[in-house]
């Protein structure tokens, strides 16, 4: 009998691949093994965004509070000279917030013109595409990164811890940061640790 790992790592590959069907499936065993689980939830929001079904994002959200689930809130922290930077998502509570924002802006020019082109399909907002763009440029992580990238000398390795699983976005996001700025990066979400090199994970881009 599959237990919640292998109903999880079905439901994470339908992402992947755009499965809503399979998805479903893997939701309803995931809700029987764990139903407490807000993050299985997530995962399926995130599929039903992606192919653009907004009613089934509004059915997902209303059956978790329906069912008191809880999303959990991304936190991104990194360690500099000794003490600890917690960044949430859209973050600007923190003292350096312009020029950690600044240097967004900046990388994320100089990754365009590497040819990045941001992802939104993680947003599950029914909301503009330029909105999206702002929301998924400015997740935790992507925050630490930049406040490691400006507190840090060149050629500095940057250590980022995540309470929750890297968007999809924000794995390719760090992918172009870690080839451009000529630096290390690990990223120790809930699920692995992501090491960035030169423009490569060593994930191989399935997590």
């Not at 039903?48 to 991304?74: H, P, S, T």
């Not at 990164?145 to 507190?151: K, N, Q, V």
């Not at 809930?190 to 090491?195: A, E, G, T």
Request: proline letters at 2%; aromatic letters at 8%; glycine letters at 8%.
């Amino acid at each position: 009998m599959p237990d919640a790992c292998v109903w999880g790592a079905l439901l994470s590959s339908c992402k992947i691949h755009g499965n809503v069907e399979l998805g479903e499936v893997a939701l309803e065993k995931l809700i029987e093994l764990e139903p407490d689980n807000s993050g299985n939830y997530v995962i399926l929001s995130n599929i039903y965004a992606q192919a653009g079904k907004w009613e089934g994002v509004a059915r997902l959200r209303k059956l978790m509070i329906d069912g008191g689930i809880k999303k959990n809130i991304a936190c991104s922290w990194i360690e500099v000279k000794n003490k600890v930077h917690a960044f949430l998502s859209g973050d600007n509570s923190h003292s350096n917030s312009d020029a950690i924002y600044a240097e967004l802006r900046r990388l994320e020019g100089r990754m365009k013109e590497a040819g990045y082109v941001p992802g939104t399909g993680s947003v599950f907002h029914d909301v503009e595409d330029d909105e999206k763009t702002n929301m998924v440029c400015s997740h935790s992580e992507r925050l630490a990164i930049a406040f490691g990238l400006i507190s840090t000398l060149p050629g500095t390795r940057l250590l980022i811890t995540k309470n929750l699983r890297v968007c999809e976005d924000c794995h390719v996001a760090i992918k172009f940061i870690s080839k451009i700025t000529e630096r290390e990066i690990t990223v120790r979400d809930v699920n692995r640790y992501h090491h960035f090199k030169d423009g490569i994970c060593s994930c191989g881009d399935y997590w």
